[in-house]
């Protein structure tokens, strides 16, 4: 066996490290993890035997199977996901083998973090592990800098407003913003712009509910109704149209009442808004009055009346909505 790991130089940049811990619940990025390590293995001897193992497969008396030492010296790669859900005896193993782990074995530990199974956690740190983050990203300005990065690892150049169209697009799936960011690389010679984007996912960017709402609210009346058209013939139901509607009025109401000079963190908390919808309906708010939102709560409120019954025709009901919106927000603005 190895002894102390830390006799390893750089243990974060070497990709065959005996103990590699992926730390997060973002898919995609345990996946490349897993793949990265998977890849400079078998780089390094193509015979490498991997082994993908779930908490569960991993029973006591398993992993001392698995790591006992070949007659061949064999390289391997054993893969475990979901380590915190990992049984306490196993647990006991798993600790005992990552105080001291064969050179020609690479173990990578697939961790969701948090308190739960954190002594396995903090015996692959002590052990010096490589670690690798995974977190979920769950904020719009995370997968706006995921998308830069993919663009930078493929050796492209995009500028800002493509990223920042693209995201809209393809929305919090990273796995699709990955797909899409190589597919742009692929087919588009030069520096991909926002027009290039657009002409690739605009269907898909005006086909969302909240498309139409953010259009109508900043009086973007032909935009919105073009998005909802697109909305329409996409198969979203006009219920979560409303519904979208509804909430971004609602939004620029609530912001409008809230203190001045108040931080955008406090703000979040006490709104029940994320950071970058703040950002977002404060620049949609501007020129809004009282009345305004006034007006536009009650062209929703018949449309969301026709759109559930109450009329015979839920797309005509929709699409006087969004006149109206974007009709109180250029009125508020004093247009």
Request: net charge neutral; aromatic share 4%.
């Amino acid at each position: 066996m190895l002894g102390a790991m830390a006799t390893r130089k750089n243990p974060t940049d070497d990709l065959l490290a005996p103990i590699t811990l992926a730390v997060g619940q973002e898919d995609l990025l345990l996946d490349r993890a897993v793949r990265d390590v998977v890849t400079a293995a078998r780089a390094a001897d193509a015979d490498t035997d991997v082994r993908d193992l779930t908490s569960d497969q991993l029973q006591p008396g398993t992993l001392a199977e698995l790591t006992s030492p070949s007659l061949f010296s064999e390289r391997k790669v054993l893969i475990v996901r979901n380590a915190q859900d990992l049984g306490a005896d196993t647990v006991k193993e798993l600790k005992a083998y990552i105080a001291d782990p064969y050179e020609e074995i690479t173990l990578v530990l697939l961790h969701a973090g948090g308190v739960k199974g954190k002594g396995v956690l903090d015996a692959a740190r002590k052990a010096g592990a490589r670690e690798v983050a995974c977190p979920k990203m769950t904020k719009a300005a995370d997968r706006l800098s995921f998308v830069r990065g993919e663009f930078r690892t493929l050796g492209r150049s995009a500028t800002p407003e493509a990223c920042q169209t693209l995201v809209d697009a393809i929305g919090s799936d990273l796995r699709e913003l990955a797909s899409a960011a190589a597919q742009l690389c692929a087919d588009v010679e030069g520096t991909i712009d926002e027009a290039v984007v657009g002409r690739y996912y605009t269907g898909r960017a005006e086909a969302s509910s909240f498309t139409v709402a953010d259009r109508a609210v900043e009086g973007r009346a032909a935009e919105a109704l073009e998005a909802l058209r697109w909305s329409l013939a996409t198969g979203v139901a006009p219920v979560l149209i409303t519904s979208a509607l509804a909430q971004a009025v609602r939004a620029i109401g609530k912001l409008a009442s809230a203190p001045r000079g108040a931080r955008p963190g406090d703000l979040a908390r006490d709104l029940g808004m994320p950071p970058w919808k703040i950002d977002r309906v404060r620049q949609q708010m501007r020129g809004w009055s009282a009345d305004g939102v006034a007006e536009a709560l009650r062209a929703v409120a018949l449309a969301d009346a026709g759109v559930k019954g109450g009329g015979d025709d839920p797309e005509y009901a929709l699409e006087k909505a969004v006149v109206a919106v974007a009709r109180a927000a250029r009125a508020s603005r004093g247009r």
